[in-house]
């Protein structure tokens, strides 16, 4: 069974940025697209980004420009780096393989004050 351990979150103030790591269990980790989803209290889970096998990437206009993924596929990581975050950021933050996602981990929690 694939599991997923994401960590890296925080309490930080606006303007703050935070470096979020994810580390997947699985064979195809190194030919998976994977993402960085949210949740906020309140608000269905969304995607956040997702990077390739190749490294292309794509991310959603809240956090564009503001953020980056990247990913170590000697390691099984993927990683998230936020910077300029807003209170709006606020969320748990959570990965998983994008194409054929698995059973959530717990996530890590981001949370921004202003």
């Known amino acids: 069974q694939v599991q997923l351990v994401e960590s890296g979150g925080g309490l930080v103030q606006a303007g703050g940025s935070l470096r979020l790591s994810c580390v997947a269990s699985?064979?195809?980790?190194?030919?998976?697209?994977m993402g960085w989803y949210r949740q906020a209290p309140g608000k269905q889970r969304e995607l956040v980004a997702f990077?390739?096998?190749?490294?292309?990437?794509y991310y959603v206009d809240s956090v564009k420009g503001r953020s980056t993924i990247s990913r170590d596929n000697a390691k099984n990581m993927v990683y998230l780096q936020m910077t300029s975050l807003k209170p709006e950021d606020t969320a748990a933050y959570y990965c998983?393989?994008?194409?054929?996602?698995?059973?959530w981990g717990q996530g890590t929690q981001v949370t921004v004050s202003s």
């Open positions: 990077i390739t096998s190749g490294g292309n990437t």
């Open positions: 699985g064979r195809t980790f190194s030919i998976s697209t």
């Open positions: 998983n393989y994008y194409n054929s996602p698995h059973i």
